[in-house]
């Protein structure tokens, strides 16, 4: 009869086999738990700035004002970026620190702000095990649909216009502009390239959104 922890005993022998295989699946669980975390807290922000929206659009309709700090405003977001065709719905940070693009789409900064004038870059992970971010930005094509939504609630659309790949400092990524364009870039050709996409403002989205643009 093997003796339990003898060398060679096979009950040994099936414990640590056992051992391995657990601390096999819970290294290979861990980017997809930090995924399904990030993607949870991603979701928090947007539902928390969407009901600042609704919050809004009441306070417009009943003439009152909602002075209370808003969890999404102390969090340091701007605002949310959306492409529907490709599943992308994320928040945007100010900054582009490994903080923020952990936790969704990053602001550039001395870019434009958002749905503001002049060139507006946000940057986002391509890849990350945190969240999907920017991953499929490399299937964006012209005329596809881009919505920003600012902190304050007011959204802008735009199309895409231009795709490039280019080098990780090339000024076109962050060139000024007389006038409001989006600019989103990620890592491309394992991160010794860029990916992106120059963006420009659609003038009819709709009546609310053109006088809101007007503004």
């Known amino acids: 009869m093997p003796v339990w922890g003898r060398k060679g005993g096979k009950p040994l022998r099936s414990k640590k086999a056992v051992c391995l295989i657990l601390m096999g699946i819970a290294i290979a ?14 979701g928090q922000y947007i539902n928390q700035l969407e009901d600042k929206g609704n919050e809004d659009e009441t306070s417009k309709e009943t003439g009152s004002r909602k002075k209370e700090a808003s969890p999404y405003l102390a969090e340091g977001t701007v605002g949310m970026a959306e492409i529907p065709e490709l599943k992308i719905k994320y928040p945007v940070f100010e900054g582009t620190g490994t903080v923020q693009l952990n936790e969704g789409i990053g602001h550039m900064e001395n870019t434009a702000p958002l749905c503001g004038e002049g060139n507006c870059v946000l940057a986002g992970h391509n890849g990350s ?15 596809m649909e881009v919505k920003l939504t600012t902190k304050e609630g007011v959204s802008h659309c735009y199309t895409v216009e231009e795709m490039r790949v280019v080098n990780p400092y090339d000024a076109w990524v962050t060139e000024e502009s007389d006038t409001e364009v989006l600019t989103l870039f990620t890592c491309a050709e394992h991160g010794t ?3 992106a996409c120059r963006c420009v ?4 989205y709709g009546s609310e959104r053109g006088d809101a643009r007007r503004e």
């Open 129 to 143: 095990r945190r969240g999907v971010f920017f991953t499929n930005l490399s299937s964006a094509r012209a005329g």
């Open 201 to 204: 403002p659609v003038e009819d």
């Open 193 to 195: 390239r860029r990916f």
């Open 29 to 42: 669980a861990v980017p997809f738990l930090l995924r399904m975390r990030e993607q949870q807290r991603a």
